[in-house]
């Protein structure tokens, strides 16, 4: 069976690609592509000449099926317009398609946006929560950041230029001092990684211009350290958040990650404390 290969390419310095990468994509008979035009202006800068199909979010069904047609007549690459695919694009589909035919996935790790911003934030993260880009409602947007606003683990998103003003001033109504790191143009010209809080970020950012990722500090963590909390608080803080999941079908196994993930407190510790509650 021949092989998909999940390619992670620079978010913005062609350089971050990696050997193996160009090394691939130039092997490759085809590669599937978020847009053909972005795709084509790496195939040229590494002289690789793959048939290109284009796959988005708009794709239907036959789009998936040709993809894999050319997946059963040998190696395919799917790339993203930035960073690694799979994540906050549709390339799950192709994916989850392959293995269904049997075929093998081969991940080829690279840049992400994501792990680039956390590495960068000086923010406890071996736990952390990411949303893609927030809804563009007003109401749908701050109903979000007031989750997140809770929540103990570190948060990370995107936001576009012409809506981030209104992005920072939702945050600094529900999330008042806490630290944030906003970063923008990440591997790019104009990189800057900012820290400091919301409200500060309103007038630091007055005229919005590039891609940005923000960073949320975790509620009870700060430089490594973690406040210590008593086993009742604990065990309120974890009830709490399994009262946010009631009605759900989760097994016990699944609801203690989904806690672990919103509370920002050790997976192990959630699954004792769920356990013992029975």
Not at 10 to 22: C, K, Q, S, V
Not at 175 to 183: K, L, Q
Not at 198 to 223: C, M, Q, T, W
Request: charged residues 30%.
């Amino acid at each position: 069976m021949s092989k998909l290969f999940i390619v992670a390419t620079p978010i913005g310095n062609l350089e971050d690609l990696t050997r193996r990468a160009e090394r691939v994509l130039r092997s490759v008979p085809t590669l599937v592509a978020e847009d053909t035009r972005v795709a084509r202006k790496l195939m040229d800068s590494i002289d690789a000449k793959p048939k290109t199909l284009r796959f988005h979010r708009h794709s239907s069904p036959r789009d998936v099926d040709r993809v894999i047609e050319h997946l059963d007549a040998g190696d395919v690459a799917l790339v993203s317009d930035a960073g690694t695919p799979g994540i906050n694009d549709p390339g799950q589909a192709l994916v989850r398609a392959a293995l269904d035919r049997g075929h093998e996935v081969v991940p080829v790790p690279g840049p992400s946006s994501i792990t680039a911003a956390l590495s960068a934030s000086g923010f406890y993260a071996d736990q952390f929560a990411s949303y893609g880009f927030l809804p563009a409602g007003n109401a749908k947007r701050r109903r979000l950041l007031k989750e997140i606003s809770a929540q103990a683990a570190t948060a990370v998103f995107f936001e576009t230029p012409h809506r981030l003003l209104r992005t920072l001033a939702d945050m600094a109504s529900l999330f008042e001092a806490r630290e944030i790191v906003v970063c923008r143009e990440l591997t790019k010209l104009h990189e800057e990684i900012w820290h400091g809080t919301a409200s500060d970020a309103l007038e630091h950012f007055s005229d919005p211009r590039g891609e940005f990722v923000i960073v949320v500090a975790p509620l009870d963590r700060k430089n490594g350290t973690s406040e210590e909390l008593s086993e009742t608080e604990v065990e309120s803080r974890i009830r709490e958040a399994v009262a946010g999941f009631s009605g759900t079908d989760l097994s016990r196994r699944d609801l203690a990650t989904a806690v672990a993930e919103r509370t920002g407190l050790p997976r192990r510790q959630v699954y004792r404390v769920l356990h013992d509650g029975d």
